[in-house]
């Protein structure tokens, strides 16, 4: 443990020029480390590095790779290590955080069965020494786009550090799954019903479904992954509790894809499950390349595919509905009070200058809008691909561009070091979406921008939003900077 410990200080000179703010907290926990002293015992043979990348699958047998660590440890070691990579991967790609869940107890579980599991103290101690190495190397790679969860990984480790002797960590509890959900889960069953769907007509292919994985899941809403038999792409199922708001969402992708708008495929509508089956598009995440050569050209892509977006004749039955936003932004300001209640007169301050303004938050709502458009919902190729259309209303164009540069903002937040990069990407993307849709943006803009400042404040409060959740002081830091901003907007009353 105390070598470890001493070797987390080689992570500490980057992460003290990246993210300054970081570096109390992670030195604290290397430091509980120390203290913890060197009487462990008895040691085992220890892989050194284990995790799940370090095993592959030969004829259905593990076999055990990269052994230039094998040394003599505590048996938690390994175990921490294993545990820790699995809690990364479930932080890093959110939608594998119910896999994650039910993988903890079943390793637990085949281990006990050749010995006993180490001791809950040990495990905890050396999960928290795996997930401070993972944060320390992320501030030696160029992968930027993980730097915003350093906190995260950073508030668990503390957490754990902090259990007491007799530390339990309890596995995450498998969400209990609809009926409905169990069945789109069963492969024989979605064999059956994907067939004529992934055949088309006339077809005689006759593919089968040999796998199906829960992407996510939102209230109300659950994102199925399946694969086919070789040759086959991936499909995705999104199921939606009400069947309603499933068959707009496969409306609206239909028509935008029946007139050349890049989005999903839609294969088709399943009305027995409510569930809307379609290709996911090609192309990288817009995210991932916001510190790359090509940014400004994938700013300008995502900007061309907004404003025709805004200019097409979408035909959509909802419009933006100011009376219930105004009572969502009351409700935000309330959760994010009684959360950080030193946070609730900014939050409530948003919401009462925003009721003021209702006028105008109406005053234009005749175009459609994608409403949820943000970096983590564009894909970029040879064009930008846009996901997650289930909330396309008609509304003010304006409100697309200040939600999507609000949550650059966030990530500004998220990683200090290149808030300066991500206010250049910002200008790049409004000067694109001016020149691609004549439009200027007036004063309505600060008005949006706070909207969404509020909204975003609210998801830290409740973990949700897009990925990279933060907890603890990391949380109350950025839930303080977004109510500034939208403090500031509307204290500006117009477009940055």
């Known amino acids: 443990m105390v070598d470890d410990a001493h070797d987390l200080g080689a992570s500490a000179a980057p992460l003290a020029h990246a993210a300054p703010a970081l570096l109390p907290q992670f030195l604290e926990s290397v430091g509980r480390l120390v203290d913890i002293g060197p009487e462990e015992g008895p040691f ?126 309890a596995p995450t509890a498998i969400p209990v799954l609809p009926e409905s959900v169990r069945e789109a889960l069963d492969i024989a069953g979605m064999t059956a019903r994907l067939r004529p769907l992934l055949d088309g007509p006339g077809g005689n292919r006759s593919p089968q479904v040999i796998r199906a994985e829960l992407l996510s899941q939102k209230p109300g809403r659950w994102t199925i992954g399946y694969g086919a038999t070789e040759g086959e792409p991936e499909v995705i199922g999104k199921m939606f509790k009400d069947p309603v708001r499933g068959q707009r969402s496969h409306q609206t992708m239909q028509w935008l894809w029946d007139h050349a708008f890049a989005v999903p495929r839609p294969l088709g509508f399943l009305s027995e499950l409510s569930m809307l089956v379609y290709r996911p598009v090609p192309g990288r995440p817009l995210g991932n390349g916001l510190f790359d050569d090509r940014a400004a050209a994938d700013m300008d892509l995502a900007a061309a595919w907004l404003a025709a977006l805004h200019r097409s004749t979408l035909p959509l039955d909802r419009s933006f509905d100011v009376g219930n936003e105004l009572k969502n932004l009351r409700t935000w300001a309330v959760v994010v009070g009684e959360r950080h209640p030193d946070h609730a007169r900014a939050a409530e301050r948003i919401s009462k200058r925003l009721a003021e303004l209702a006028f105008e938050l109406g005053a234009e709502t005749g175009h459609p809008i994608h409403k949820d458009f943000h970096y983590e919902h564009v894909f970029v190729a040879d064009r930008a691909h846009v996901i997650d259309l289930d909330e396309a209303r008609l509304g003010d164009p304006t409100f697309d561009v200040a939600h999507f540069c609000a949550y650059l903002r966030l990530l500004a937040c998220r990683v200090p070091a290149m808030a300066l990069t991500l206010g250049q990407r910002r200008d790049e993307f409004i000067a694109a979406y001016r020149r691609r849709s004549g439009c200027d943006l007036g004063q309505r803009y600060g008005a949006f921008y706070a909207y969404t400042c509020l909204k975003i404040a609210k998801q830290l409060c409740m973990h949700s939003g897009v990925a990279g959740r933060p907890h603890g002081e990391e949380e109350y830091r950025q839930t303080a900077a977004m109510l500034r901003e939208g403090v500031a907007a509307l204290n500006c009353g117009s477009e940055p």
Do not use: M
Not at 75 to 101: C, M, T, Y
């Open 44 to 169: 085992v043979a220890s892989h050194g590095g284990f995790r799940t990348d370090q095993l592959l699958l030969v004829r259905d047998e593990p076999v055990i790779i990269d052994l230039d660590g094998l040394c003599w440890a505590n048996p938690a070691r390994d175990v921490g290590n294993f545990l820790a990579q699995l809690r990364w991967k479930a932080i890093r790609e959110s939608h594998h955080a119910g896999f994650v869940g039910a993988a903890i107890p079943s390793f637990l579980e085949g281990y006990g069965t050749v010995r006993e599991i180490p001791a809950e103290r040990w495990r905890a101690c050396y999960e928290a020494v795996a997930l401070l190495k993972i944060a320390g190397r992320r501030f030696r790679k160029l992968t930027v786009s993980e730097w915003s969860l350093v906190p995260r990984l950073l508030d668990e480790a503390e957490a754990l550090l902090r259990s007491s002797d007799r530390v339990t960590v």
